[in-house]
């Protein structure tokens, strides 16, 4: 006989996707901090929340940033997030997951 599996949450069921856009003044209004060269993802930081123009989902402080347009930042420096970020065109798509979640309830 079969035996019924429980499933088990994953964290990547966890991942948010959401899309902003520029202000006027070529600004998205939020801070990315930690980077791989203080041994820390980078994760966001202060948000001027009325200030994002957002498209899609919503973005939260200390959320952890995986992937900007499709491309992998876990791991690359601040300087090379900030890089990955400025050669986007708008609107821009963050992949984020908030951290230390407990996954399993």
């Not at 964290?11 to 791989?36: F, P, S, Y």
């Not at 939260?60 to 990955?84: C, M, P, Q, Y």
Request: charged share 30%; glycine share 8%.
């Amino acid at each position: 006989m079969s035996k019924v599996l429980k499933k088990k949450s994953h964290w990547t069921n966890k991942v948010q996707e959401t899309m902003i856009c520029r202000d006027k003044d070529g600004e998205l209004n939020l801070e990315i901090k930690g980077g791989a060269e203080n041994g820390l993802f980078s994760y966001l930081g202060e948000m001027k929340q009325n200030k994002i123009i957002y498209q899609v989902g919503k973005l939260h402080s200390d959320d952890l940033l995986l992937e900007v347009n499709d491309k992998a930042v876990s791991g690359l420096t601040i300087r090379d997030v900030l890089a990955v970020i400025k050669h986007c065109k708008d609107p821009i798509r963050l992949k984020c997951v908030k951290q230390g979640m407990l996954i399993f309830q």
